[in-house]
């Protein structure tokens, strides 16, 4: 795949993050920003903001890193475009399976927070987190230039880190030991091997590989 296609790709997916926001917007202006992000925080916010937005719109729609880029075969781009669009569907999931226990903040909502355990929470306990990263991953690919393709990864990190510690603290506060035994049983951003059944993905891909062939036929059939 051409590089500009993957620098497409990598805008829309910019684009789409905005839209998959855009319905908790609203949680976000009802209160002071303050509320969700202290002063150190806020610091580390700027780094992502750098790594993640400014510094690819600047590549992408300029040549001040040209000097800096590097290739990759081409046959890598495709795995990186599916970690990218995975990332999203990663993303869109963990604030659909959280519904009302989300907050844009680390606090807990007294009477309607609930610890949610299920679905993508079943595999790791920071499944947006884990979004990003899976994002972070994807753009060392689709943007191949050693300063602008890792900024994301290596300038998001501290914050990600600090961040998790706090909310793991809130978290272990109020749901006491149900919440510690969740964190020693799951993993905070990647699956652990031991939790993935390939028996059962096997099967599914079986399944799933027979139903389209069988779609097929039934289309040439007719």
Known sequence: ME?????????????????????????????????????????????IVCGYLILPAVYVFSTWFSWFDYNLPKWISFPAAFLYGFGFWIFYRAYVELGPSWSPG????????????SGLYKWVRH???????????????????????????????????????????SLSLHFGEKYESYRNQTNALIPAIDQIDFAQLVGKFKTFVRKRFKILIRKKAN
């Open 106 to 117: 680390y606090e807990i909502r007294e009477g309607g927070h609930l610890l949610v355990t």
């Open 3 to 47: 590089r500009t296609y993957l620098e497409i790709i990598f805008l829309c997916g910019m684009v789409l993050q905005v839209i998959l926001l855009l319905p908790y917007l609203p949680d976000y202006i009802a209160k002071k920003y303050h509320h969700f992000f202290n002063q150190k925080e806020r610091k580390f916010l700027m780094f």
């Open 127 to 169: 499944p947006i987190y884990a979004s990003f990263l899976a994002l972070a991953v994807a753009q060392v690919f689709l943007l191949q230039n050693w300063i602008v393709g890792p900024a994301f990864l290596l300038l998001g990190f501290p914050f990600y880190r600090y961040r998790v510690s706090r909310e793991e603290k």
